[in-house]
């Protein structure tokens, strides 16, 4: 071996022991925007709802839709992407379709004038989001070394709380001055914005690495099996079972909180 390929090979060693936070930023953009449509859906759709229906039950439960179709279409869009090919990647399709779509059926929600267009709308967006909703979540472990998923796995999650908090500072106070239209507009525009970034800077590997990613997927698949959770000692089973039930729980505060903060504060 040559010194000069043992210098490049320490170099891709040491590239390989750094995050390219770059490069996360860039893949987090998807999710940034994501986490923003959401924030101003669980906002402002029960305000628009409250326009058309009196009933804080019946509100509650259309709010509940995304979770609906989250458990139901998540997984299987999510089993689709792993399985595509295609000369823009696995998941790329998928955002670059869904995605838009999405931008454009939330601009219209707010102008609908009846409450059967306002439901068929939001049904069609929700089902939308959970289209690409999968896909975009696995880019990150995708194009990330296994090593750096926790770091990258915070870069995002802090994209998203990022998102979060313009969507209710930004967003209220352009509701607030330019009405509701407004902020569903802005949210769509980011929407956009970020599909863009994505497709120009974000590139998947075609070849070798949807190989590689398929033996991983197969190996996570082991590893979520349930005859794992039943092999674990009984005080383990049950310290697993208390985590999930309160994280369970912990999401149901959260999101009931989170959909009616609106309508009354």
Known sequence: MTENNIDTNTINKTKE????????????TG?????LLWSLYNSFIPLILKDFITSTTLIGFIMTIDNIFGVIFQPVFGAMSDRTHTKIGKRMPYIIIAAPLCAGLFFFIPRM????????LVIVFNFGMSVWRAPIVALMPDLTPKQHWSKANGVINLMGGVS????FLIGGKIANSFGRSATFGMGSIVMLIAVI??????KEPVNQASTISQKESKKKEKILDLSNFKKLPTEDRHNLT????????????????????????
């Open 164 to 167: 979060s908090i313009i969507a």
């Open 31 to 35: 999710f940034f925007a994501s986490s």
């Open 197 to 202: 970034i994505l497709f120009i800077f974000v």
């Open 242 to 265: 208390y985590l999930l039930l309160a994280i369970f729980f912990w999401f149901c505060g959260y999101n009931a909180v989170e959909t009616f903060f609106t309508s009354f504060a």
């Open 17 to 28: 022991k750094k995050l390219n936070y770059g490069k996360t930023f860039l893949i987090g």
């Open 113 to 120: 004038s009846s409450v059967i267009t306002l439901m068929a």
